[in-house]
Each structure stands twice: as structure tokens, then as C-alpha cells.
DNA sequence: GCTTGAATGATACGTACGTATGAATAAATC
DNA sequence: GATTTATTCATACGTACGTATCATTCAAGC
């Protein structure tokens, strides 16, 4: 019921998030099968549906638990900067935005690839269902930023600001996913992202730094 | 249903291109059955299977039906510019590679969106077919354009300018995807395109003048 | 020691899928 | 008009999937 399974046991349910965390990045949420999540988390097949319900509840569940540190570390980041100032350089709000979705990285081993992986199966999938996984909270940061970008870039409409702050989040989850997908043969691999990283900060900034589109 | 006259109807192979077209885009690869397709084409289910031979080569006949446009396009906007200057301003190549991803219709009702919807699944789409569905012609205008924008942007290295052309596309795809997966409702749609098409010039051509990261 | 309730295990059900096959049909050729 | 060729059709096969059911295990609580 409401209560949450406690026991001393390397806990059935974590290893079932981390299993469906690592294959629904791999694969895609239509590409996993609880079948493989479950062998892979060394569970059982009707574990899913006692733990979570269904597989979109899974699904959920895992957004969930990798979105929140990234969404934390942005809220922060942008709590830092407005306690300095209420109108901070262009550049360090998209590095305070930008900069958790390459470096938060879920509990994991690889890195945030996996997390910009998941955003993109997120933002790509045409389930109905997959808007309402990442839930209300990243839409709260979201708004904040654009609050204090709008403060900062004064005479962008709102429409092109919010543009332009989705613009943010392809660049990232698009470049984590390319990085995943098509890796570099012998190249180490922390490098590739810290450089992507500065890259798309410097990318990013000039692009947000543009003047409003004339109409 | 006696006379009803089948000559004057496209043949079933281009009936369930489009269908497919349709499909794959709104759906996805896996969210999309040979069923689905062959009922909207009005086609038999077997027709999938005579005329293409499998799901999978029916999606790279779609995504080659869909790319060859833009893609020509593209290679004619370089062309009109390299006539005029081999350095042409940033803006313009920009415009002149983004530019058809926005313009571009394949033989559709709602415009390029479904193009890019398209890109997008393949961009995210695990599968390790997926890379191969764009073909090579693809690259070839992607080199050439990389060439273009590493005379205009010296100073950068390869792999940076290489990052931000991959740039280009996301916030392109990514953008038209949100269009077409929530739609604004009351809002005509082809008005949202063009803005959107402005926005995006000015947010990449900004981006892409910007000074190389400093390593 | 027996009960209890959470957790896991084995398995069955219904469905949907991609593909293959062979018959039926239309059109073209002779 | 008969034959051939290119499609279209109806349907079957095997597989994989998500979910549901029910038995079993196991650590406390009394």
C-alpha cells in the first residue's frame, strides 16, 4: 500500500530503477522490455508490477529520481547568482542552467550521458504519457530562469525567450546523446564532455546573447 | 464496391510511403505497426512486405524520400552562395542550412514539421539502423557546409565546429518536434513556423559567431 | 509456535507484432 | 483467348510483450 519497502536486502526496487534507468536510456522506452529490466535487475518478472504498477509507472519512477539532482543543482546554481546580483552576466545563467545537464549524473558510471539520454527519449517519444513524466518541477526551474533571462535580455518576447531556452536544452541533450550513441574510439571519453561542455557554454551564451529578432 | 476506379488513385507503394511518413513521424518507429500503415494506406498487410521487403527498409525509403528536398535544397543555397563570394557572412550559411529544415515539405499537408519529426527520430532512435537511414548523401552536404563555415570561422577547431553544426540541427528538429507534439491551440500554425524559422537564424547565427572556446 | 503481511517466485492469459505463404486477381503480351 | 507477369488479398505462424494470478518464502509480532 503506502508504504514503502524497507529491508536490509540490496533493495529489489533500486536495482529495478537502476536497471530500467540504464536499458530506457539504451533503448528507449518502447525498445524495453520489463522482461529485460527485470532479468537484468536479477528480479523477478511480476516485480515491476508489485513495486511500481506498470511499466509507465517505472518509467516515471526513473524520470523522476534522475531529473531531480539536475533540477536541484539548477535551482541552486541560480539561487547563488541572484543572491549576488538580480541581473547576472547572460553567460553565467546559461552555464548555472546548462551546466547541471552535463555534469549531474544519476548514481551512475558513465556520466550524465545517460541523464541527457533519458531527456531526449523524453522530449522525442509521442507517448502522451511521456510529458507528464519529468512532473511539474522542472517546469517551476524552467520558470525561473526564463524570469531572470527575460530580466537580463530586455526587449525579447516572451514566445522568442522561451524559443531560445529550448534551444538550451537541445543543444545539451542532443550533443550527450550523440556522444553516447556514435563514441569516439579510443578517446577518453571525460575529456569529450568537459570540452563539449565549455563548447556549448560558449555556443549557448552568444546564442542567447543575440538581439530580439526583428519583426 | 464494384467500379470504383483504381487508376486514377497514386499506386499502393506511394500510398503507403505516405502513410508510413505520417506515421513514423507522429509515432515513432516502434510506436508504429505494419498494420497501422497498410490500414491507413488502405493497402493490404502484405504490401509491406512485397514492395519494400521489411519495416525497416520501408522507413529508410521514407527517411530518403523525406531528406532528398531538404537536402537539395541545402546544396543549392551553398552553391547561390559560393557563386557570389567563397566567404560568404555567417548569417547567410546558417540561413542557407537551416533554412530548408524549416522550408522543406515532403509532399505533406502540415508542412516541414513532419520532416523534422522525422530527423528527430532518427537522431534519438536507439537503433543501430537508424544512423544508416539518412544515407550518405547526407553527409557529403554536411562536409561542404562544414568546409564553408571553417573558412568564414577561423580559429575554430574541427571538432568545435563540428559541435555546433550538430547544434544547428538539434535546435532546429527539436524546435519544429515541440510544434508539431503540443501544438498551440487557436494559434495558426504556419505564422508560429515562420516566427520560429526567424527566431532560430538569429539564435544560431549568433551562436555561431561566436569566438572560439578558449582551451 | 503460530500468525501476519510484505516480498518474491513461477506461470498463465490475451494481445499485438513482423513476417511468410499461397491463392486470387488484374493487366499486359502474344 | 490463352499465357504470363505483377500485384493484391486472406490468413497463418511464431514470438514477444504487459499484466494478472496465485502459491511460496521469510522476517518479525504476539
Sequence with gaps: MGRVPRVATPDTRTQILDAAEHLFAEHGYRGTSIRAITTRA???LAAVGYHFGSKAELMAAVVRRVIEPVNAAQRAGLDALLARTPEPPVGDLVEA??????????????G???????????????????????GPAEDS???????????????????????????????TAVDRLEIQQRPTPGCASPAVGQAARRWAITFLTAAMSAPPTRT
Excluded: Q
Excluded at 541527457?116 to 504519457?129: G, H, N, Q, V, W
Design 42 to 44: 536479477g528480479a523477478n
Design 141 to 171: 526551474v524552467r520558470e525561473r530562469y526564463l524570469a531572470a533571462f527575460a530580466r537580463v535580455l530586455p526587449g525579447l518576447s516572451p514566445e522568442e525567450l522561451r524559443f531560445r531556452m529550448r534551444g538550451i536544452l537541445s543543444v
Design 112 to 134: 550524465g550521458a545517460r541523464t541527457s539520454r533519458l531527456i531526449m527519449t523524453i522530449l522525442s517519444d509521442p507517448a502522451e504519457e511521456a510529458r507528464s513524466w519529468a
Design 97 to 110: 542552467f546548462a551546466g547541471p545537464l552535463f555534469d549531474e549524473m544519476p548514481a551512475g558510471d558513465e
